[in-house]
């Protein structure tokens, strides 16, 4: 049974930082993808960043140069660094995971397996 658990999410000023952590248990494939996902109340969710197990990433172009994802192996632990945060990245942020290279891990009508979601608010 994989789960995975957010934190790191809060309310934050226009400009700052916050930190999300994802922790994955009940998934030990050799080859895996993670991911970031967001969803603002009224809009779809869209796909934020997402990493495989041979350290390749993806990112959104909202996010490019802003957000890092990252990841632990030895804590099973999945990061999503996020800086320089804008009013518009407030959003539900969801940690997801699935089998397969990065690219599986920017669908979210292909992920499998999804966190319950931490809330990220970014005042102005």
């Known amino acids: 049974q994989v789960q995975l658990v957010e934190s790191g999410g809060g309310s934050v000023q226009a400009g700052g930082s916050l930190r999300l952590s994802c922790a994955a248990s009940?998934?030990?494939?050799?080859?895996?993808?993670m991911g970031w996902f967001r969803q603002a109340p009224g809009t779809e969710r869209e796909a934020v960043a997402a990493?495989?197990?041979?350290?390749?990433?993806k990112y959104a172009d909202p996010v490019k140069g802003r957000f890092t994802i990252s990841q632990d192996n030895a804590k099973n632990t999945l990061y999503l660094q996020m800086n320089s945060l804008k009013p518009e990245d407030t959003a539900m942020y969801y940690c997801?995971?699935?089998?397969?290279?990065?690219?599986?891990?920017?669908?979210?009508?292909?992920?499998?397996?999804w966190g319950q979601g931490t809330q990220v608010t970014v005042s102005s």
């Open positions: 997801a995971a699935d089998l397969g290279p990065v690219g599986y891990c920017t669908r979210g009508d292909r992920v499998n397996f």
């Open positions: 990493i495989d197990s041979t350290g390749r990433t």
């Open positions: 009940g998934y030990t494939a050799s080859s895996y993808c």
